[in-house]
């Protein structure tokens, strides 16, 4: 993936990277007050988008930023032409702030929200075959983490530190149980029951995680939306995490806990990769920013 995109679009028009520049007094900039959305587009296609977009409308509503999304589609449209990505597999980002004004705390009156989207490069296997390592750690974020805030300081810090340590991935752990990774959401099995932690303040209701949860109704797998305590993460058959990007990911290893050694994905998390990939596939190209 390049460093920088070739392009920005910036508010209401497209620029070159080196050209995008935001007002020092952008809340995003002073407070982290804004939302961000992440998507991927393979084979034609921009995976789960009205997802995605729904999740980014509803964290919009959230905070109170008063801002159309109606003709995202149109703008990641032009920006992917812009940039000379239509027919390539890329990752899209955009955020949405909540504009420009004097510093204070308290959200200011009639302001214009800030609008940034870029699209670099991407390249994801069919199916992730990573064995994947990952580390405990308090969970010391604040409590509303159902919102795609882009003040992601407590997340950023936790996966330095496992990254520091060697690890994909930071599980976080509070008042005793699972809740999620730096940016995944976890997925435990045992005795062929997938668990995970509910949707509450305390997670992001990821995409991905909703999608496999579908899926698990599909197979006929069993799922528990209940939060796995840290002392029982040993006693589980298999862990694997889901996101955006990293799509189904085995995790083999868990602090000094191995779930299995070598390549031997267990056989809950291989049914489910199979099928997300199956799922993938199975999506509707776009043309000209419209589904066929």
């Known amino acids: 993936m390049s460093q920088y995109p070739t392009k920005v679009y910036l508010d209401n028009q497209i620029v070159d990277q080196i050209d995008a520049k935001i007002s020092v007094f952008d809340r995003g900039f002073l ?10 587009k393979i084979d034609g296609k921009i995976l789960y988008e009205q997802e995605h977009m729904d999740r980014f409308k509803q964290c919009l509503k959230k905070i109170n930023i008063p801002f159309r999304t109606e003709d995202l589609p149109e703008k990641i449209s032009d920006l992917l032409q812009a940039s000379q990505l239509s027919d390539a597999d890329c990752l899209i980002y955009f955020q949405v702030t909540r504009g420009t004004a004097p510093r204070k ?19 994801l296997p069919d199916i992730n075959q990573d064995h994947l390592s990952v580390i405990t750690m308090p969970d010391f974020r604040w409590s509303r983490c159902d919102i795609k805030m882009i003040s992601l300081l407590g997340t950023v810090m936790a996966n330095d530190e496992a990254t520091k340590q060697g690890a994909y ?33 305390f ?90």
């Open 31 to 40: 407070f982290g007050d804004g939302i961000y959305e992440v998507m991927v």
């Open 203 to 292: 997670i992001l209701d990821g995409v991905t995680r909703r999608i496999v949860l579908s899926l698990c109704d599909d197979l006929g797998i069993v799922v528990k939306e209940e939060a796995v305590d840290q002392a029982n993460i040993t006693r589980m058959d298999e862990a694997f995490l889901t996101g955006t990007t990293t799509q189904i990911a085995s995790i083999r290893q868990i602090d000094q806990h191995y779930f299995y050694q070598g390549d031997a994905i267990g056989s809950t998390t291989k049914k489910l990769q199979a099928a997300f990939y199956e799922h993938r596939k199975q999506l509707e190209p776009i043309i000209d920013g419209q589904d066929v």
């Open 105 to 123: 705390h308290a959200f200011p009156d009639n302001i214009e929200p800030s609008f940034v989207m870029y699209a670099l490069p991407i390249s």
């Open 169 to 201: 991935e930071a599980v976080f752990i509070r008042e005793g149980k699972v809740t999620e990774a730096s940016h995944c959401n976890v997925f435990f099995a045992k005795d062929d029951i997938v668990y995970t932690h509910p949707v509450n303040e």
